[in-house]
Each structure stands twice: as C-alpha cells, then as structure tokens.
C-alpha cells in the first residue's frame, strides 16, 4: 500500500474515535478512547516507515515509537526520511505532527482527571484549621447554601462528585475553592476533623440512608460528625430519625414545605388587614403545601380576643375533609373550617366567595399544583376583591402563593400595572435564594428562637435541653411554632396601645416593642397570655394528629409507657381548656400549666437570645 492508503486508514480511525467519544457521558472515559484510538491512527501512520523490516518488526517499532510519542521522547529523523515532494506526502507529515501534538496533552489531562480524587485529598489536607462542609450533591440549593456559607466563614467546601454536574457548575465551584471527591458520602474519613454534612441530594431516600449511615458513624470516635442537615419532605423521615440514635450528633431535618410556611407566616402575619378581631383566611387548593398551611394556620391563629375563620376551597374538597378528620381527628370538631368543593374558576366557587363578604377575607393562600395556576389564580383574585369593595375600590387583603423559582419570584414581587399605585401586592414565598440564602433554613432566625424557647422547658440544665432538642424533630418542630407565636402574643396584646409600627420594630427595635409590653404586663395580662398559649398548644397538637384522652384512662397506659402522654397512639389528657388543667394536675399529680407560663414568663429572654449563649 502507498502512503495514502495509510492516511484514509489514520483519518477512519480517528473519525471513527471522535464519534465513539462523544456518545460518552463523562470526561474521563471520552479522554482514555480519544488516547486509544490516536495512537491507533498514528500506529497505522508509521507502520509505513519501518518498511525495510519484517511485519513482526514493523509492528512493533510502530507501536513503541507511537507510544514514545505520549511521553514525548519521539525520534524526528524517522519523520525527515518522508520527503515533501507531493501534496498527499505533506498532509501525511501534517498529520503525524498533529497527533504529535495531541497525544501529549491528552496524556496530561487523564492523568490529571485519574488523579483528581487524589489531587483533591491532597488539597483538603492542606486545609487543616478550616471548617469542613460536605455537601451530597452539586445543585442549585447546595450552591447557594455553600456560597452563603463560605462567604461567611471562609470554611472549606466539599462536593461529592456528581458526574456531569461538576462541569455544569465548574464556574461556581471555582468561585467557592471547592473540592469535588468521587466517593459516596459515607465513605469519606476526614480523620478526627469536625465535619458537617448537607444531606440535599434530589433523591430523598438516598438523604435518609446516608444521614442513619452516618448517624451510626458518629460512635466511632476518629470520625468526628458535627452536624447533619437532611432535606426530607416526609413524615416517615421524621418518624425514623425520632428513633434513631445521635451519638451526640446535631441532627436537623429539613421539610422545605414546613420551614417555607412558618418564615412565611413570620414574615406575612395572619392578622396582616384583619378587620373587628376577625382573622378571616381564603386557602385555595388543598393539597400536600395546602394542608401543610392549613395545620400552620390553624395553630398560629389562636390569637387572644380574635375569631379565627378558615375557607378551603379544593375540587376535592370532600374528600380532603374526609382524609382530615381521619389523620387529625380532633381538628374539624373544634375549629371553624368552611370547606367548599369546587374549581376557583367555577360559578360555585364565585358565589360562595361572595357569601364570605360578611367574614372581610384579610388573608389568601393560594397552593395549586404548578407555580403557572398559582400566578393565574393570584392576579384573579386580586381582582375580584377589588371588585366587590364597592365603597372605593381598594380592598387589599394579604395574597400569598407558593413560588419556588428565583427569577419568577423577582417578577410576581415587582408585579404591576403601569405604574406603582396600580401594583398587585402579591406576596411570593418558597424560592431557593429566599428558603437557602436570604432567610437561610441553615442557621435560620426562627430556628435560633426555638433554640430558646426548648431550653425555657429545663433551664437548670440547658445542655440537657439542648441534647433533647436536638434529639427530636418533634422537640424542634414544636419549639419553632412557639417561637413563630410569640409575635402573635405581643401583637393581640399591644395592637391597641403601642403608637410604633409593631411589624417593623419588632424586626428591627425589639427594645422598644419589649418596653411597652413591660409597661403593660400584670397578673391579668400574663394569666391571660398563658391561657393563649395553652389554646396554641392544643390547636398545634391537634394538627400533629393527637386527640384528648379521659384522665382516668391515662393510668392504664401510664405504667409502661412512664408518661401521661401516649406518644405513639397519639393521646394526651391535657388537651383541654386552660382552666381544667387544675384538676389534671391534682388527678395525675403532674405540672402541665407551668410550661405555658414558663414561656410567657420568658418572652424577652427569648427574643433577646438570653437563654442559651
């Protein structure tokens, strides 16, 4: 064969490698065929050259100078012997410089990316004194939580490699000096280095096994595990984690539905344009966010001297009431829900909403199925309760919907018509940059609260609290709505006397909120605030699925379970009004009444962080 039957034969291979490289996913394995097939092609390119020799021994001078060519130790007085007389000898010379050139480097970059684990161990090592923070998962919640992170403390990020999603975020991983590791998670060994772990991949369960995992690893004493952060929507993840043991690891579940309603109805409270001590609540759409709401709601809006009203709207309804009184038995029974079954867009849905004209509605959730229906029906409604005000056309209660999107948030905030008089006031919650960075879920203010508020529970032992707290998702859960509540409190009783912007003082001025309520605090006002506690209670125990049980029934249970309360059956004597509680202590010999007052008692040491520093 000439020369040019050498050169097709090169040039197939080589197409036939970049074709076969680009139907590979990861960078790795794209390098090692692109390393394989050029030293093919430049194998069957100096094959020619050793002609004076037998096949054996052109065969294998071929593949040793072809492979001398990677460590750049070639011969060119072999390539000098081609002579440029013709056009198809200089594109033969081309080519072999090329490869030449490529082969080298391509070396160079797999074997950096072989290394790269190891590069990034060596890295870490480096980085002794600095705070480590794991992260399972390379994406958009991760990033923003390691960029706040990072910001704050400089500590050093670590990602688990995610594959293609290290490409996809090469830029914002430079920008935080992160390492990537090609291990599972629970494999890694940080060698007595205090570690905390974000648990955020998209798979839930995959959370769930890695956290027990390393739960578990938090007995060996060389893998220090200071805290675990999981993101997990479900019940069950709560239920699992309850019983699992800590080791005296800081365990933090994370329910994004949860947290985003109580920041939400922190931020937007349920009394916002209440009329005549009427809370008056619209919740449209009813299911996995709604219900959440509506168990939310209904605690929080257990304020002193105000009638709390609650409408559902739902195209299944009663089928969702049904579900309710099963899984919450008490709920229905003893709060006024309205539920009506219908589509918002129907004509039965229009006129009930008009026969709530009486009720004043201050406060709209809307939580559909898509974040498209939810604008949809926003903007709808903001309209039609304009409309019905026909004294001036200017009614405007609080409209919230669900938005998860950064960029959609940005647009349903600044959404208007024409011009600033005309705005539609709607009020978007749940966006990752809010959720992961403005109001982190990591290290938020409400959790710090109710930091607070459990150490309220056993203040002559606070590490002790803080271990029960840290022990039980139900223990924080609990404490974050006493926590959320406690501006409820002040509000019902300072709404009428304090001459300031309560909203904005309590945020900004706690002082001068906490000095009115000091000037007005008595017997009364505290009796009265711990009654409201006790009814907050009720209500908030009751959406966790628990029911009264008769105080004599309580003795039968009591003996094994060496508690009042029947944590797995769901019952508790002491749901029951405030003033019957007397009786149930003296029956059960057992305080129920002082951790209603402890935490009235306890208001501004709690808000001003005094309690656990």
């Not at 020799?53 to 294998?60: E, M």
């Not at 072989?114 to 590069?119: D, I, S, T, V, Y």
């Not at 960075?437 to 203010?445: C, G, L, P």
Request: proline residues 1%.
């Amino acid at each position: 064969m000439n020369l040019l039957s050498y050169l097709i034969i090169a040039i197939i291979v080589t197409l036939i490698t970049i074709v076969f490289a680009r139907n590979k996913k990861y960078i790795r394995s794209k390098l090692l065929i692109f390393l394989a097939g050029f030293t093919i092609a430049l194998i069957v390119l100096i094959f020619p050259l050793y002609n004076e020799y037998n096949l054996i021994s052109q065969t294998v001078f071929s593949i040793l100078y072809s492979l001398q060519v990677i460590f750049l130790g070639q011969d060119f007085e072999l390539i000098n012997t081609i002579e440029l007389n013709n056009v198809v000898n200089t594109i033969y010379v081309i080519a072999i410089y090329i490869l030449f050139l490529l082969e080298p480097l391509i070396t160079a970059t797999a074997v950096l990316a072989l290394l790269g684990n190891n590069l990034s161990k060596l890295k870490l090592a480096l980085s002794r004194f600095k705070e480590i923070m794991v992260f399972s998962e390379i994406n958009d919640k991760t990033l923003t939580i390691a960029k706040k992170q990072y910001n704050k403390k400089k500590s050093q990020i670590v990602f688990v490699d995610s594959k293609e999603e290290k490409e996809k975020f090469k830029k914002e991983l430079a920008q935080l000096k992160a390492i990537t590791l090609s291990q599972q998670i629970i494999d890694l060994n940080f060698k007595n280095r205090n570690v905390t772990y974000y648990l955020f991949s998209s798979d839930e369960e995959e959370n769930l096994n890695n956290a027990l995992d390393l739960l578990k690893q938090g007995s060996n004493k060389k893998k220090r595990v200071r805290k675990i952060y999981i993101l997990n929507n479900s019940e069950e993840a709560r239920i699992i984690l309850d019983s699992a043991p800590k080791n005296n690891i800081k365990l933090e579940l994370i329910n994004e539905r949860d947290r985003a309603i109580y920041q939400h109805i922190y931020d937007e409270p349920l009394y916002k344009n209440s009329v005549n001590n009427q809370i008056s609540i619209l919740l449209v759409g009813c299911g996995k966010l709604g219900t959440e709401f509506l168990k939310a709601i209904t605690w929080c809006g257990q304020i002193i001297n105000h009638k709390l009203n609650i409408n559902i709207i739902d195209i299944n309804a009663n089928r969702i009431k049904e579900k309710i009184n099963i899984v919450y038995p008490e709920l229905i029974e003893n709060y006024n829900y309205n539920f009506i079954e219908a589509d918002i867009y129907s004509e039965k849905a229009i006129t009930e909403l008009d026969k709530l004209k009486n009720q004043n509605i201050n406060y709209v959730m809307v939580a559909l199925d898509s974040e498209a229906k939810n604008i949809d029906v926003a903007i709808f409604l903001r309209r039609y309760f304009l409309e019905q005000d026909k004294d001036s056309y200017s009614r405007m209660p609080s409209i919230n919907l669900w938005i998860e999107k950064n960029d959609k948030k940005i647009q349903i905030d600044s959404l208007k018509h024409d011009s600033i008089v005309n705005s539609y006031n709607l009020n978007s919650f749940g966006c990752i940059d809010e959720m992961y960075n403005t109001k982190s879920i990591v290290n938020s203010e409400i959790e710090k609260l109710a930091m607070q508020v459990h150490c309220v529970y056993n203040p002559s032992d606070l590490e002790k609290s803080l271990e029960d707290f840290y022990k039980l998702e139900y223990n924080k859960k609990s404490s974050r709505a006493v926590a959320v509540h406690i501006k409820y409190k002040l509000y019902s009783v300072l709404k009428d006397i304090y001459s300031g912007d309560l909203e904005d003082n309590l945020k900004n001025n706690i002082d001068e909120v906490l000095k009115q309520y000091n000037n007005i605090k008595n017997a009364n006002v505290l009796e009265e605030l711990a009654k409201n506690e006790h009814d907050r209670w009720n209500a908030y125990v009751r959406t966790d699925g628990f029911k009264n049980i008769a105080k004599e029934e309580v003795l039968k249970y009591k003996e094994f379970t060496k508690n009042t309360k029947h944590f797995l059956a769901k019952l508790h004597p002491a749901i029951v009004e405030y003033e019957k509680l007397d009786e149930l202590e003296q029956y059960l010999k057992k305080d129920f009444k002082s951790a209603d007052i402890n935490i009235i008692n306890n208001i501004e040491k709690i808000l001003k962080k005094e309690i656990y520093k």
